[in-house]
Structure formats: C-alpha cells, structure tokens
C-alpha cells in the first residue's frame, strides 16, 4: 500500500521550542509534563494543518498515538503526591487551570479539540494506546484509510511529555506526518514503514521528508504481507 | 473491496459468562445489576454496579488479572466459534488483533480514597486514570508484535475497534482480525469520578432496575465490567475455511464533537452524522435498518440526545431501538463491542433485545418504538449499532444478513 508524506512536523526531540504559547489553548497549564503535552500535539497538529482553509472539503483522519512515556507521567504524579502532606490540597493545586476535556483521553481529546476548533471535517480518529509501537498502528490506519478512500488527508501524530518533572530530556516532543494519496515523487525512494520502538518510525519519517524538501512528498510504503500457507 | 464478515463471537459481562447467557440475559431483560461490593466507595451517590460473577468461586489477584480472564475468556469462545486457533494466527503475518479499553484497570483508587470527603470533583480525578496500560497490552497481544492495536476512544473504542477490524480487512492489510473491548472498569476511582460528574445512577434502592435507559425516570448509568471480542475477516478467508459468516460489518462511521465534556451535541447533530456515515459506508440506506441497538447510556443526556439523532437521520421511518444497558450496565471502552454481538445475534435470531427496566419513556424522547417488556421475534436482516465517547467520540456500524 502506497501514499505519500505531503508535510511533516517536529517539536522537541532535541531542539529547543518555547513552552509559553499560550494562543495555542486557553487552558495550557503551567506543570511541566502537563503542559509540555498539550504544547507538543497542539503544536505538531497545528503545524501539519497548514494554513488556513487548507483542509476545506476534505475528509480528515486523526490518529494519534498514546505514549508510555505519557503514561508514566501518571507513575511520577504518584510520586510527586507521595511525600506531600495534603495530597488532595496538591492535586487540586496540580490540577488548577487544566481543562477537564483534556484530562479524560488524552491525545485524542488533544486532537480532537483542535480539529473541531479548526472546523476540519474528521471522519476517522483514533488513539493507540499499544505502546511499544502505536505510532506505527497511527502510521499504518493513515495508510489504510488512504488506500480505501475513507479519508482524503490523514494525520498520524505521537507526542511523549516526560519522563521527569524536573529535567528536559531529549526524549519529550511531538512529531508527526500529512499522510495523502497522490504525490510527485512516484519515481523516487521510498520509505517502508516499518514498525520499531517508538517514537522512532515518525521521527525518520520526518527527518526524511524533510530531506525531500517542504512542498514536496515522500512517497511511503505500508508493506502487506502475503498469507501463511496459503 | 473485500467484504468484512463477522465469524465469531464471545463474551462475559454481568449477566454471565459465555455469548450464550449473555444473549439470553438480553432477550429476557434480566439485569446483571447488584449492590456494589467489589469495592469500597464511602458515601458516594451511586451504590450499585453491574459486576461480573465469581467464575469457580474464584477471586482475582489484581484487576489485572481480572482483566486478562475475561479477555481470554471471550478470545477463547470468539475463535472456537469461528473454528479457528490462536497459535496458528499468531504465526499467520495476515492475523491481526485489536483491542478497546478503557483504561480504567490500574491502580488509581488511593487518588479517589485520598479525596474521599474532600472537595474534589471528578474532573480533577480524570486525571490520574491513564495508569501505565502496557502491561496488560502486552500480555494480552504481545505475541502479535506490531499486528496488535491497542484503541482507546472512550465510551466508543469497543465499536472503533471493529472499525478499526473492518478497515484492516476491506484495505487487504488482513484476511483474520479478533477484535472487541475489554473492561474491569469497576474502580473505586471509576465510581467516584463519574459519580461527581453526574453521570452514574443514583437508583441504589432497586439495583436490578437502575439502569433504565429512556425511562423518564432513568438517573444515570450503570458501571459494568467484561469483555467481548469477534472475529473479523474477509468473505474470502471465510468461505475458504469453509465457515458459515454470521453477519456482514458491512458500513461503519464517525464524527466528533467536542461541544461538552460529558454531553452529547445539540439536538444529536453529531450523532446523526455517525449514522448516516455508517449507512453510506455500507451503500445502505434507512429501509435497510430492521432495529438500531442504541448507545443507550441510561443518561439523562445521552438517551435524549441520541434519540434527536436518530430522529435526524430516519423521521418517522424510524425502526424499532432498545438498549441492552438495562442488563448489562455500561461496558465503557467494551459496551460497543458487547452490543455489536447482541447486534448480530439479533439478525441471526431475528429476534429484538427488549429494553430492561423501561416502563415509561421519557416524553422528550419521541422515537415511535422503543422496545420494552419482552423480546420481539421479527424478521431482522440490518442492523445499526452506535456507541459514543465522553469529549465526542461518536461511532457507528451497521451490520447485514449475508
């Protein structure tokens, strides 16, 4: 199965990005692994809109793609809870300025939110919550949606905030792709997606459509394997 | 296109364990609800639950543990059903698994005991439910590498699973998928969030009759618990094993709103475009639909919400609907998945689940035929299933008589 990357994004991993954009959301909040969240998708997503009016008339697919290292965050909100005398006093406090729509279901509500509130026309989203390898299934649905017409555009986003309060580490960022039917490079390399612990499959496939170039595609290819014994 | 066909079912929920006992429960409205007593929720509104029973007499070591049995449990019956065997899918690269839940099985309680008595709402105690769900991911398709999915849409991801199954087979990405939703959802942090957003029943007096979905008197929904997984796979794979298909999952839709936390949109707008998604998806149109197994919360909100829905897409053509949360209390990241099996036991008994415990429907809610008191025996060749997520996740699929 083939489509192609029409645009791509990447927001941390490494690079430095502003944490206080607050225009993105009215509700960011100010923890570190909380906010950093919100920021990463919104940002990501956002990004791989586009401008303004660029997905009018076209059937969106979101899927996003649950991180453990976001799942862990809830290991470290235990920790942070334990040694504190009043932990319903610093959960609330924790909580404070948090939207609850973003609370329920993460990434999804994340993305969803965004789609509504950038009126984009969502006919498939879901989240992955498999988490060796859930930005390959967002990848992979993408792919396969494309292939059967469900969707005109699909976008496949992971984002991983953590993995401690307190330090940055290279490993928190969002990252995603555009995925789309038809490209201009039908006769140029192609990526093979292939799954792999994440968030590394969406990270190459940035990197490398950022080699190709803005404005350009990647064609890439969801490999269908053939029956056992048959 | 391959058509999607459905092979195999299983299930366990508050009525009992297997398909069997689970569609009786559903034909005769007999509820699986009970006082609750897995867990300890102080003084909190709701009291009551629909819990799986002990199976040998035996509890569980974690809900982990609790979780794991009642998917195996329903994968086991799924694919004995379909005649087939695990380990041969697991090493069969066209097999496919995927999963819904909730997430609600980890260890988030002593953040609901820590707010006992406190002003803590339940917005705030949302949270902390996403409690790392790998383990179990892994010990339940692990061994299906990256051939297994983990979903998780909410109150929707038993029926985006099956999507999700039906895509994998109509795209060529698959010939065999089990897919379905697992949950052990009756947490005390379950209970206490839901309860402080309104949206659990406050009917403790008569277990049995709190979830009442329609009812003018309805007061919230019923937390159940349990599992159901099918087996998906093309009509081609099908009639090669030689198996008769029980159903077509022939159309499937979705459509998000993000209006309210916990309500449905205005007037069901969203919630109609789930369905008339699913119906174009399936080339089908409003006489194709014999019955429509509706999300059916027991909500106040929802069930009038998605009556307006329905409203929307079908007007007075509107076919016979009930709900089987009036036996089965609301499986959550499994109910859409639970119901698309009621669903195909319903064309394949042509025979229409009653709504339990519906004695009066809510004027506001002004379908024509709300099914209620006892099973009806009709003929029954398409029906159309929703199941929606807090936040907007709205999902649809129609299934067909081959």
């Not at chain 1, 994004?9 to 909040?29: C, M, Q, S, T, W």
């Not at chain 1, 498939?124 to 649905?141: E, L, M, P």
């Not at chain 2, 996403?130 to 038993?158: K, M, N, W």
Request: hydrophobic share 40%; proline share 4%; aromatic share 6%.
């Amino acid at each position: 199965m083939r489509a192609f990357v029409d645009a791509s994004a990447k927001i941390g991993f490494g690079d430095p990005y502003e944490l206080n954009r607050r225009e993105l959301v009215p509700f960011r909040h100010d923890r570190r692994c909380i906010g950093d969240f919100e920021f990463l998708t919104l940002a990501c997503f956002k990004e791989l809109l586009g401008a303004e009016g660029q997905m009018e008339g076209r059937r969106c697919g979101l899927y996003f793609a649950g991180a453990k290292d976001t799942m862990r965050l809830d290991a470290e909100l235990h920790e942070y809870l334990a040694d504190k005398p009043d932990r319903v006093a610093a959960l609330t406090q924790f909580s404070e300025e948090l939207n609850p729509l973003v609370a329920l279901e993460w990434l999804t509500n994340i993305g969803l939110y965004l789609a509504v509130k950038e009126g984009i026309d969502c006919w498939r989203h879901t989240q992955y919550i498999n988490h060796s390898h859930s930005d390959h299934s967002a990848v992979a649905a993408a792919v396969r949606d494309l292939s059967i017409g469900a969707v005109d555009v699909g976008f496949a986003v992971v984002a991983i905030a953590g993995p401690r309060f307190d330090e940055v580490p290279e490993k928190v960022g969002a990252v995603g792709v555009r995925i789309v039917a038809q490209g201009d490079n039908e006769a140029g390399d192609v990526f093979e997606v292939v799954s792999r612990p994440q968030p590394e499959l969406l990270l190459e496939m940035q990197s490398a459509h950022s080699v190709v170039g803005h404005g350009s595609a990647l064609a890439i290819e969801l490999p269908v394997n053939e029956p056992v014994g048959s | 296109m391959p058509k999607a066909v459905i092979t195999g079912l299983g299930a366990v929920c508050s009525a009992g364990w297997g398909m069997d006992d689970c569609w009786e429960a559903a034909v005769q409205g007999r509820s699986g609800t009970g006082r609750l007593d897995m867990v300890e929720v102080g003084d909190e509104d709701c009291q009551v639950a629909a819990q799986v029973p002990a199976r040998d007499g035996n509890g569980y070591e974690s809900s982990v543990f609790r979780l794991l049995d009642f998917y195996r449990f329903a994968e086991a019956e799924a694919l004995e059903h379909a005649g087939l065997d695990r380990n041969a899918l697991v090493s069969n690269q066209r097999a496919r698994v995927v999963v819904a839940s909730h997430g609600f099985a980890w260890k988030s309680d002593e953040f609901a005991a820590a707010s006992r008595g406190e002003k803590v709402d339940g917005h705030d105690l949302s949270l902390h439910f996403r409690q790392p769900v790998e383990s179990a991911h892994q010990l339940i398709g692990g061994d299906f590498g990256d051939r297994y999915s983990g979903v998780g849409t909410a109150c929707s991801a038993g029926l985006v699973a099956l999507l999700e199954a039906g895509e994998m087979v109509r795209s060529g990405l698959a010939d065999i998928v089990i897919a379905g939703g697992v949950e052990t959802a009756i947490k005390e942090a379950m209970v206490t969030m839901y309860s402080r957003l309104g949206a659990l029943t406050t009917l403790n007096d008569t277990p049995e009759t709190a979830s009442r979905p329609f009812d003018v008197t309805r007061a919230g929904f019923v937390g159940g618990e349990g599992a159901a997984m099918l087996v998906i796979e093309s009509e081609k794979s099908a009639e090669a094993r030689g198996v008769t298909p029980l159903a077509e999952l022939a159309g499937y839709g979705t459509a998000v709103s993000t209006a309210h936390i916990t309500a449905g949109s205005v007037g069901g707008e969203i919630q109609a475009l789930s369905m008339q998604r699913a119906l174009d998806n399936a080339g089908a149109g409003i006489a194709d639909v014999d019955y429509i197994n509706m999300h059916g919360t027991s909500t106040p909100d929802n069930d009038l919400s998605e009556s307006e829905g329905v409203l929307r897409v079908f007007g007075d053509a509107a076919p016979p609907v009930s709900s089987t949360k009036g036996v089965t209390g609301h499986l959550l990241g499994a109910a859409g998945a639970i119901e698309a099996a009621f669903s195909v036991m319903a064309i394949r008994t042509d025979t229409l689940p009653p709504t339990a415990n519906l004695n009066e429907v809510d004027p506001r809610c002004k379908l024509g035929d709300y099914i209620s008191g006892s099973a009806r025996h009709t003929p029954c060749s398409g029906v159309l299933s929703n199941s929606f997520g807090l936040a907007g996740s709205n999902a649809s699929v129609f299934l067909r008589q081959l």
